[in-house]
Nanobody, 119 residues
């Protein structure tokens, strides 16, 4: 099993920045891909960014390209999401996820951290 704990959410004005962190514990050696997702009120959860365990592969949703950066510290079993130029539409609960299986489905999820961007 893998446990994921997010931190770093909060309230920020439009144009500001936040850095989310995700700390993993347990069988982290099985993880090959990390991801960040978000869910706004009344909307479905959506993909934000992903990074491979090696860091050699990254992927972003079009809505955050050029503003968000995903990174990881394998030695510390942590993943980060640097969010710059935040917009009110970025307001959501942000979830860290990990994939240790053979499919594209993420099988471990954190509890989420709230990000609120005021206009």
């Amino acid at each position: 099993q893998v446990r994921l704990v997010e931190s770093g959410g909060g309230l920020v004005q439009a144009g500001g920045s936040l850095r989310l962190s995700c700390a993993a514990s347990g069988r982290t050696s099985t993880i090959h891909t990390w991801g960040w997702f978000r869910q706004a009120p009344g909307k479905e959860r959506e993909f934000v960014a992903a990074i491979s365990w090696s860091g050699g592969f990254t992927q972003y949703a079009d809505s955050v390209k050029g503003r968000f950066t995903i990174s990881r510290d394998s030695a510390k079993n942590m993943v980060f999401l640097q969010m710059n130029s935040l917009k009110p539409e970025d307001t959501a609960v942000y979830y860290c996820a990990a994939n240790s299986g053979t499919s594209n489905e993420y099988n471990y999820w954190g509890q989420g951290t709230q990000v609120t961007v005021s206009s």
